[in-house]
């Protein structure tokens, strides 16, 4: 969901909020919201000069997207604006926003500054043009995909000089830790048991371990395994991220010792399993709430809250309890220790405390090397308690893309500000659709069609990274799985689907570079919808090219000496032309061509 936030109109209140350093103005403290259910604001002209704001409320940022409970809970378009005073006319100034969720329109005085697409990543634009000495108004419409949103880290404008070196984290320069071999390599698997098969079992799910171990398959990650709470529920069954039971297993998916037998199957496919950790809250009639209400988050009034408006069926864990941290850690070994699951992929897991998730990792690497996957952006997680983090934001900027709104070469500036942002070798978890985004944005082929579903797929395998396939994916599955109801899958269909999903593991199986290597931007004649580039590990290189139009387009790339002249295709239904070190392809509507260099 998104929100834009304004400042009041008393002057004197909002120079208050704003740093009176004229090098650097940090916009935290109140301002102005309104919500956009219309989406009207463009066109009624919400960001221009003079427009009366004595009904938008007042709000304090910036503020983590989950605690705008005074907040309705909605989706889609939200605005914010804010006064503040501006000096220093003579150098080159810039705007930083280190955090929207999720995208974001930008106006200065009235006039566009710019647009950002993606959840959650920094992201800066020069204003110097748009600033004026005296007081100026910085409006912001932000639009959220799907639950709460809004502006949730600083803003601040000073000099682009300074740019830079604000861009570089400090995580930057740590080293993230050290992953197991089998993660690095990992291809996940997400399974959803209600639609992965008739039976929507333990079962159902070990009977076909055999086609994911040939689809290509490393680790399988199976949503919460747990009992679902009945009070307050959504749907006819429940959200599976509504946990009556930690310690419990869903009847739906079958027993104890039914789980038991899926992990000792999944372990002699030679397969990882990890499941959904969903740490930040339970079921309003959980065991914990009722045995341990202490544990949990509360108002004012004493009484149990949610973790924000949107999430009715949950309440919130309150991680200042020492006594639920060491309930949560037992719980995590548990699993680990005692039934013999590799990991974790964690729920929302940048609304847990870091430390918390620092101590769980080093308990749990007591026991034997897991896989911490975190639904989360944040950089510190790389540090000591997590493999991977989620990479929304290239997801976020693919129908951009497509449509037209954006240039492919964007993934360019997004690494680069991942590798500004992020410790040395973090791994992001890549994807073109997942269980959140199949049942609240579109299924991928709804989303980007069927041509496109296929052109994103190819990205999220050879960017720098761990893929993520869905199930239903490898069949072009055009239905939205609900998190409430049963929704089944048809294996029967999208052959091509999974054809082009089993070329895409064995090609990263066999390539170092696309498991490891680093990422070499190549400029090319095609236009703003083609991206090309390559990756290179040792002497093992690869060279993608990956049309996002809906038209054939022609393209050509030069070859740097770094990266050699001799290639051969590995995947691709096109060929090339090579003269000397300039390489050239017709690319098909939404097609790609993926080459290894010859050795």
Known sequence: MIRIFALTTLIPLLLMSCTMNTREILLDGEWLFQVDSGDVGVRERWYADGTERTAWTRHQLPGFWDRYNDLAAYDGAGWYAKKFEFRDTASAYSIVFAGVDDNADVW????????????????????SKFLKPGINELVVRVFDMSGPGGIYKPVTILPTADVEKMLHSPYADKDARTSAEWVHDAV?????????????????????????????????????IHPVGELNRKGTLGSPYSISDYYGINPEFGTLDDFRSLVAATHRQGMKIIVDLVANHTSWDSKLLLEHPEFFTKNEEGAIVAPNADWTDVADLNYDSHELRKYMIRMMRYWVEDVG?????????????????????????????????AEGTLPEHHVKAFDLTYAWNTYDVLSHIIDGETHADVFNGLLRSEANQYPRNALRLRFNTNHDKNAWDAPAVEK???????????????LPGVPLIYNGEEVGNPKRLSLFEKVDIDWSTGEEFRTLYTALTEMRSAHPALRRGSYIPLENSGG?????????????AVLIAVNFSREQRPASVELTSELGNAWRQVNGAVGFRQEGKTLSFDLPAFGHLILARKN
């Open 448 to 462: 980007f069609t069927p041509a496109g579903a296929k052109a994103t797929a190819v990205l999220a395998f050879t």
């Open 341 to 373: 699951i590799d990991g974790y992929r964690c729920d929302v897991a940048e609304l847990v405390p870091t430390d918390f998730w620092d101590t769980a990792r080093g308990e749990l690497d007591k026991i034997k090397p897991v896989m911490m996957l």
């Open 528 to 540: 703003p919808k083609i991206l090309t580039f390559a990756r290179q590990s040792g002497n093992d």
């Open 188 to 224: 996940i698997y997400e399974v959803y048991l209600r639609s992965f098969s008739p039976e929507g079992t333990f079962k159902g799910l070990e009977d076909r371990l055999s086609e994911l171990k040939s689809l290509g398959v490393t680790v399988v990650w199976l949503m919460p």
């Open 108 to 127: 200065l005085n009235g006039e566009p500054v710019g647009t950002h697409v993606g959840y959650s990543d920094l992201f800066t634009f020069e204003v």
